[in-house]
């Protein structure tokens, strides 16, 4: 059963990876199509293409119930990587929001 948890956390860091690859092939692009076609935006999209290949074989014996919001994690990741690279707000509301996810995250997890 571990392994399957290892395969979901595996997709929740390629879903991450994959938010900061189109986060940063969105930077800098001039239009929608030079957006599309940067290198970035292209990776990025096939990390979540990854991660959905890895949470397909994680809900094979996890619970979806357990394991969709178990994703959620990645806001938490996203947040703090966006507040580090891209200097992106992280106050209280922020703070409150990644707080009560985690909480939500762990009482699932009893």
Same mark, same amino acid.
């Given at each position: 059963?571990?392994?399957?948890?290892?395969?979901?956390?595996?997709?929740?860091?390629?879903?991450?990876?994959?938010?900061?690859?189109?986060?940063?092939?969105?930077?800098? &692009?001039?239009?929608? #199509?030079?957006?599309?076609?940067?290198?970035?935006?292209?990776?990025? %999209? +096939?990390?979540?293409?990854? $991660? /959905?290949?890895?949470?397909?074989?994680?809900?094979?014996?996890?619970?979806?119930?357990?394991?969709?919001?178990?994703?959620?994690? &990645?806001?938490?990741? #996203?947040?703090?990587?966006?507040?580090?690279?891209?200097?992106?707000? %992280? +106050?209280?509301?922020?703070? $409150? /929001?990644?707080?009560?996810?985690?909480?939500?995250?762990?009482?699932?997890?009893?």
């Amino acid at each position: 059963m571990n392994v399957y948890y290892g395969f979901l956390a595996a997709a929740i860091l390629a879903g991450v990876i994959g938010q900061v690859l189109l986060k940063t092939g969105s930077d800098g &692009s001039v239009s929608v #199509v030079t957006q599309f076609l940067n290198p970035f935006t292209i990776i990025g %999209f +096939g990390m979540y293409a990854f $991660g /959905g290949i890895l949470y397909v074989v994680a809900i094979k014996k996890i619970p979806v119930s357990l394991a969709y919001p178990s994703v959620a994690v &990645s806001y938490i990741a #996203v947040a703090l990587i966006a507040h580090f690279m891209w200097n992106e707000p %992280f +106050g209280l509301p922020q703070l $409150g /929001g990644i707080v009560m996810i985690g909480g939500g995250i762990l009482l699932l997890h009893q």
